[in-house]
């Protein structure tokens, strides 16, 4: 097979598949270096460092992209901090809190504490998926 058409048939390749696997353009990248190649394979015979050009190229071209990527932030807690137990939380065990209008695990950051269900509480941290509360009659006493 002609390299030159190996390396535009992968490059188209990816290319669409950008558009069904969206992959923040990583595929993309991958078949824009695919079409260089495939203009580079007409004066270098070598398939071997056809592959090690492709390489290369795509991982300067990921590289490149990642400035234009969005960074994640990390969930934090927003400023209303208040909930309402849904189930009792028990010292130690893990309950069930309305939280801007979701449910979530909860616990109580005091462990000598029993806090029944439908009670005003107070949202003080979250460690991943579970919120720490104390209840609002605790913190006006």
């Not at 580079?40 to 056809?50: D, I, K, R």
């Not at 190229?57 to 400035?67: A, G, K, Q, V, Y």
């Not at 309950?95 to 801007?100: F, K, N």
């Amino acid at each position: 097979m002609n390299y030159v058409l190996f390396w535009l048939i992968l490059g188209t390749v990816l290319c669409l598949m950008e558009l069904f696997l969206p992959t923040a353009f990583v595929e993309s990248t991958l078949g824009i270096s695919a079409f260089i190649v495939a203009l580079v394979a007409l004066v270098l015979p070598s398939f071997n460092w056809q592959i090690a050009l492709w390489v290369v190229l795509s991982l300067i071209f990921i590289f490149l992209l990642r400035r234009f990527v969005p960074k994640r932030t990390p969930y934090t807690l927003q400023d209303s901090t208040e909930a309402r137990t849904l189930t009792t939380i028990t010292p130690g065990e893990a309950g069930r809190v309305l939280y801007e209008g979701n449910s979530w695990s909860a616990r109580c950051e005091d462990d000598t504490l029993t806090i029944p269900e439908n009670q005003p509480v107070v949202v003080v941290s979250r460690k991943g998926n579970t919120l720490y509360v104390l209840p609002e009659s605790a913190l006006k006493g």
